[in-house]
């Protein structure tokens, strides 16, 4: 017995392991805020040098191009950072940094367009038009068919989803069409005291929802039981690595460049549509591809990973947050500059609206979804692109 107590103590001794060290610096985790950092440093110095002459549409074209992959560099840099931060303080917290760092790109894009451009009334509307259209027809409808195709039908939390749609459906009714049918619109010039009433109603929406979000019922927005059983355990998402200091500050600083590179690419846009003679929307269109094609990534990467709610999140969280603190901004920017802003959709724009918050809510009123609904979202996306060139 002694011999095999002596034994069973040996084999405990625990055997000499190598330290664990951090993970190796990388470049590239840095690369986009240094290139964003460095890109920012010369528009500041020579922009205007830069923009002084656009009539050389080729040049203008470069410069156009490089100025939105630069951003887009950093703005996929942003999703990153927010998503590893997500790792950290876990939802729904880690959504809701994300989707408020995006929802800063998108305000800083339309605010800069606003001040240096002609004056647009209705580029805000067509910006948050876009972006409910592209989240909940195009990234939904994506979202639901990829993730259909691998598993076939997959699970979220219907009290979340609901959630979402009934302050999504309250506030798009509330902004974009309501201001149609009342005497007069809510427009910071002419009538700056709606144009407050509507701005204070649309964040007390929001609060209320943030209330719900992260105080009063974070569980309708957690997987449920179902999905978290039938996702993969390994190899559907990456363990943050480094502190969470560490995310915090580069996601600042990749944010940061976006931000101050707004106003040299709503220069270019503004002319671009001007000299052109483009349709309006493709503004509000290019603003909202910039916006949401890094939250695109995380919304389809969750699906592919069988969690579903994650891309509930990521999709209604980002519409969500588009109407419900773009409005204000952009009604805020209009009193201090004395810029017009036109918030009522045209008739057309508003079946199309309509049509989509109907179908979303019955999409998202079952507890489960399957490729149907993935492949009547991209059809009704599609009909939004083509009314756009053929009005």
């Known amino acids: 017995m002694k011999e095999r107590t002596a034994g069973s103590r040996r084999k405990r001794v625990p055997k000499k392991t190598a330290a664990k060290t951090p993970p190796p610096f990388r470049l590239t985790s ?38 939105f992959g630069v951003m887009m560099w950093c703005a996929f840099a942003v999703v990153t950072h927010a998503d590893a931060v997500a790792e950290y303080l876990g939802e729904p917290y880690g959504t809701l940094i994300l989707t408020l760092s995006v929802i800063v790109i998108e305000v800083a894009l339309l605010a800069s367009i606003m001040i240096h451009g002609e004056n647009n009334p209705t580029l805000a509307r067509d910006a948050m038009f876009a972006t409910l259209m592209i989240v909940l027809n195009g990234m939904v409808g994506i979202a639901l068919l990829i993730g259909a195709l691998r598993y076939w039908e997959q699970d979220y939390n219907l009290a979340g989803a609901r959630s979402f749609l009934v302050v ?4 798009s009714v509330f902004a974009l069409i309501l201001p149609n049918y009342t005497k007069t619109p809510p427009d910071p010039i002419n009538a700056p005291g ?13 609060g209320v929802f943030l209330a719900i979000q992260t105080l009063r019922h974070r569980a309708f927005f957690d997987e449920p039981a179902e999905a978290v059983a039938a996702s993969p355990k390994r190899g559907d998402r990456k363990a943050a690595t480094g502190s969470l200091a560490y995310h ?16 040299y690419l709503a220069v270019i846009v503004d002319y671009g549509i001007e000299d052109l003679d483009l349709p309006d929307e493709l503004g509000g269109i ?6 949401l094609a ?11 990973a069988n969690r579903l709610q994650r ?17 204000p901004a952009v009604l805020l920017i209009g009193m201090v500059t004395g810029r017009d802003v036109h918030l009522g959709l045209t008739g057309t724009e508003t079946v199309l609206l309509v049509l989509t918050l109907f179908i979303s809510g019955l999409t998202f009123g079952g507890g489960r979804t399957n490729v149907l609904q993935g492949v009547v979202h991209l059809l009704l996306f599609f009909v939004y692109i083509l009314l756009i060139f053929s009005p």
Not at 30 to 40: E, K, S, Y
Not at 168 to 171: E, F, G, H, Q
């Open 294 to 304: 890094p939250e695109a990534l995380t919304a389809f990467h969750a699906a592919l």
């Open 286 to 291: 290019l603003i909202a591809i910039l916006v």
């Open 248 to 263: 915090v500050a580069m996601l600042i600083l990749s944010l940061l460049p976006v931000v101050l590179l707004a106003e």
């Open 311 to 327: 891309a509930v999140n990521v999709c209604l969280g980002s519409a969500l947050s588009t109407i419900g603190l773009t409005i």
């Open 168 to 171: 999504i459906t309250a506030l």
């Open 30 to 67: 840095i690369a986009p805020a240094i290139a964003g950092i460095l890109t920012t440093i010369v528009f500041f110095a020579f922009g205007d040098t830069f923009l002084a002459d656009l009539s050389n549409h080729l040049r203008t074209v470069v410069l156009f191009a490089f100025l």
């Open 194 to 206: 709606k144009a407050w009433m509507f701005l204070a109603v649309t964040l007390l929406f929001y």
